[in-house]
T-cell receptor
Framework: EAGVAQSPRYKIIEKRQSVAFWCNPI?????LYWYQQILGQGPKLLIQ????????DSQLPKDRFSAERLKGVDSTLKIQPAKLEDSAVYLC?????????????FGPGTRLTVL | AQTVTQSQPEMSVQEAETVTLSCTYD???????LFWYKQPPSRQMILVIR??????QNATENRFSVNFQKAAKSFSLKISDSQLGDAAMYFC??????FGEGTQLTVNP
């Protein structure tokens, strides 16, 4: 079974530029998460999708971050415009079941550096 | 809102020895799951063990076990017979939405 795929793996941009990340969850997984992990810290949830609907985006900085999950499969996370403090690893995860105990599977992450 | 505290930023253990990583949390939920994740230097997050809060019996997965004290809101991870491959950052997560700051575990040969 293929895992969660993310691209690109690395991205370097100047502040005020725009950037987009892509995530392809495990086939059949209805729930998809985007996390931001700043170096030396734990992941922080940005947004959670159930199929193509948003379940939780309370910690998403909506003035600059946006995310979508068209057709309930792939998802993109966009930052526009980027700030220096957005430098982090962006992790995507997916989960198959609806029960609380079902395991999350994480992708390898996209490391963003904002100069 | 949930809060998570991992009071040990770094821990080290000798190979084949036992180490315990601590975690305390706060939640208003009555039924929930708790997770420990491992993040090796490659950065792929991997589930180590999960505990259902309504179960009194502590979860065990091979060399990994938890000491879950629901009333105290404590959820520690014990690693027995530590191996070099156990070296990683370990995160406690009382739900999928909240992670602790992590404990960096070093295993010394």
């Amino acid at each position: 079974e293929a895992g969660v795929a993310q691209s690109p793996r690395y991205k370097i941009i100047e502040k005020r530029q725009s950037v987009a990340f892509w995530c392809n969850p495990i086939s059949g997984h209805a729930t998809l998460y985007w996390y931001q992990q700043i170096l030396g810290q734990g992941p922080k949830l940005l947004i959670q999708f159930q199929n193509n609907g948003v379940v939780d985006d309370s910690q998403l900085p909506k003035d600059r971050f946006s995310a979508e999950r068209l057709k309930g499969v792939d998802s993109t996370l966009k930052i526009q415009p980027a700030k220096l403090e957005d430098s982090a690893v962006y992790l995507c995860a997916s989960r198959g079941g609806v029960s609380g105990g079902y395991e999350q599977f994480f992708g390898p992450g996209t490391r963003l550096t904002v100069l | 809102a949930q809060t998570v505290t991992q009071s040990q930023p770094e821990m080290s253990v000798q190979e084949a020895e036992t180490v315990t990583l601590s975690c305390t949390y706060d939640t208003s939920e009555s039924d929930y799951y708790l997770f420990w994740y491992k993040q090796p230097p490659s950065r792929q997050m991997i589930l180590v063990i999960r505990q259902e809060a309504y179960k009194q019996q502590n979860a065990t997965e091979n060399r990994f076990s938890v000491n879950f004290q629901k009333a105290a809101k404590s959820f520690s991870l014990k690693i027995s017979d530590s191996q070099l491959g156990d070296a990683a950052m370990y995160f406690c997560a009382p739900s999928r939405l909240t992670f602790g700051e992590g404990t960096q575990l070093t295993v010394n040969p």
